[in-house]
């Protein structure tokens, strides 16, 4: 969708403190894809009755687990609410994993979300995301708030020929079954 995304944070303020966020992110630049799973963990600040996901209409939620056990959630066009009043204890650690799949959009005014384009006489597929301010939801769900700092970990699997890349420090690279990096 080319639709203009208003993130969450300008919206509703929650009273979640995310403190870490692991991505899984599966890329296939010649079939233009994405999947992974996302998993936040994080803690409430104040009592709460739930959670709202960010998450723009191009990303398929195939399934949410809360603390590693599978929970229903309320899709709508750029967001999924969970009921989880039992996991959000004041201060309490708690996790969401999102496992999502979909096609790449360039989302907002700015041109943010994630793009693919060919480059050079050859025709060298890319993918790159511009993610800021409020972009990110639309190639990865989660809390859309640049106030609440946190820590990542992103693991990237391409198909081979590709390179995966990201801020931070590399740990490693490996090749997986099904000639993937």
Same mark, same amino acid.
């Given at each position: 969708?080319?639709?203009?995304?208003?993130?969450?944070?300008?919206?509703?303020?929650?009273?979640?403190?995310?403190?870490?966020?692991?991505?899984?992110?599966?890329?296939?630049?010649?079939?233009?894809?994405?999947?992974?799973?996302?998993?936040?963990?994080?803690?409430?600040?104040?009592?709460?009755?739930?959670?709202?996901?960010?998450?723009?209409?191009?990303?398929?939620?195939?399934?949410?687990?809360?603390?590693?056990?599978?929970?229903?959630?309320?899709?709508?066009?750029?967001?999924?609410?969970?009921?989880?009043?039992?996991?959000? !204890? &004041?201060?309490?650690? #708690? %996790?969401? *994993?999102?496992?999502?799949?979909? =096609?790449?959009?360039? $989302? @907002?005014?700015?041109?943010?979300?994630?793009?693919?384009?060919?480059?050079?006489?050859?025709?060298?597929?890319?993918?790159?995301?511009?993610?800021?301010?409020?972009?990110?939801?639309?190639?990865?769900?989660?809390?859309?708030?640049?106030?609440?700092?946190?820590?990542?970990?992103?693991?990237? !699997? &391409?198909?081979?020929? #590709? %390179?995966? *890349?990201?801020?931070?420090?590399? =740990?490693?690279?490996? $090749? @997986?079954?099904?000639?993937?990096?």
């Amino acid at each position: 969708s080319q639709a203009a995304f208003q993130p969450l944070a300008a919206i509703t303020p929650q009273t979640v403190d995310v403190k870490h966020s692991r991505f899984q992110i599966r890329l296939n630049p010649t079939a233009s894809t994405i999947a992974g799973t996302v998993t936040i963990e994080a803690a409430a600040t104040a009592a709460t009755s739930g959670v709202a996901i960010d998450a723009q209409d191009n990303l398929i939620i195939d399934a949410v687990r809360v603390n590693e056990a599978s929970h229903v959630f309320i899709r709508t066009s750029d967001r999924i609410t969970l009921n989880i009043a039992d996991a959000l !204890t &004041v201060g309490k650690p #708690f %996790t969401i *994993a999102i496992d999502y799949h979909g =096609v790449p959009v360039v $989302a @907002n005014r700015l041109g943010g979300g994630l793009l693919v384009a060919q480059h050079g006489p050859e025709g060298t597929i890319a993918m790159a995301s511009l993610s800021e301010p409020y972009a990110a939801p639309s190639w990865w769900p989660c809390i859309d708030n640049p106030s609440d700092k946190a820590t990542a970990e992103i693991e990237i !699997t &391409v198909p081979q020929g #590709f %390179t995966g *890349a990201s801020n931070g420090s590399l =740990v490693k690279t490996e $090749a @997986n079954a099904g000639q993937t990096t």
